[in-house]
């Protein structure tokens, strides 16, 4: 950058001024690659579901790149492929969606096989009962659990609401 200053000497009754321009070169850390920014403290990590493999002092925000669906990224230099059975949606920081034939587990955030009894369509999704069984969905921590009617009620299953709650499990 350059420092601009005024001078000015006294020699005699006669005073001179004269301006003087410094150049002062000031070497500045790159901003590492998984950032960008300026470079030295204005250095900032990209935003979570985002990268940037490169490294530099003349990048910004907009030069974080969005993971693609079936990629996370924390922020960092690059997204990382989720594990099967699990997916992600674009601009993902974990992969909280599940493939055909599973179910997400919040209390373990991780994608479960399908309980038997029950088809899962993945995504997001909660197994749903098959005809003939019925699952307690008065709670999202018991939806692992699928229970088989044994007077063969719950005929409609599937998308039938009438198999999917604790307070109609009498219905079996």
């Known amino acids: 950058g350059k420092i601009s200053a005024w001078v000015t000497t006294a020699t005699s009754p006669l005073t001179v001024r004269y301006a003087v321009e410094v150049i002062v070169e000031v070497e500045v850390e790159p901003c590492l690659a998984g950032s960008y920014g300026a470079g030295g403290a204005s250095c900032q990590i990209c935003p979570d579901g985002s990268y940037n493999e ?70 997001d999704s909660m197994p749903i009962p098959r005809e003939g069984y019925w699952a307690p969905y008065d709670s999202t921590a018991h939806s692992d659990i699928i229970y088989e009617c044994p007077r063969d009620t719950c005929e409609g299953g599937g998308e039938s609401a009438e198999c999917w709650s604790v307070a109609n499990y009498s219905l079996c």
């Open 54 to 123: 490169f490294s530099g002092t003349t990048y910004t925000i907009e030069d974080c790149v969005t993971c693609a669906q079936g990629e996370f990224s924390s922020g960092g230099d690059q997204c990382t492929a989720c594990p099967a059975p699990s997916w992600s949606g674009p601009g993902s920081a974990k992969c909280t969606l599940c493939l055909f034939g599973f179910a997400w587990d919040s209390s373990e955030e991780a994608c479960r096989a399908c309980p038997l009894g029950a088809t899962c369509p993945g995504g």
